[in-house]
């Protein structure tokens, strides 16, 4: 919370002559007036503050959403190239078996697919 310091008190001008004979119990220091004036003029400070969080509220949230959109992105890319690796590492071992030039390509997709999977869980 920030350090929203109050106004002092109004003056209480001729506070003594105004309520002199009256017992001390009964006075009232300030009129209804001037301690409303007083609570709107103190609330301005805390009303912006509060504005100010719900402001840092919204940016923070809106911070979340765009991260967990680019966490959602990635994983979706992930498992759009796993997939492609997969078909990749189909048509090699298809290949491989008639071409022994395609058993090394086919070992690296599979290494690849067998990496990308063990990360994934």
Avoid: K
């Avoid at 765009?66 to 190239?81: G, I, K, T, Y």
């Amino acid at each position: 919370m920030a350090d929203v310091e109050l106004l002092p008190l109004p003056e209480m001008g001729h506070f003594e002559q105004r309520y002199a004979g009256i017992p001390y119990q009964v006075r009232t220091a300030y009129t209804a007036d001037q301690m409303h004036a007083y609570a709107r003029a103190n609330m301005e400070p805390l009303l912006a503050e509060v504005a100010g969080l719900r402001q840092a509220l919204t940016d923070a949230l809106d911070d979340i959403a765009a991260v967990e959109r680019l966490a959602a992105d990635s994983n979706a890319r992930a498992e759009r190239l796993a997939e492609a690796l997969r078909d990749a590492r189909r048509a090699l071992a298809f290949a491989a078996q008639h071409l022994p030039e395609c058993n090394e390509p086919y070992e690296r997709a599979n290494a690849a697919l067998q990496d990308q999977e063990d990360r994934n869980g």
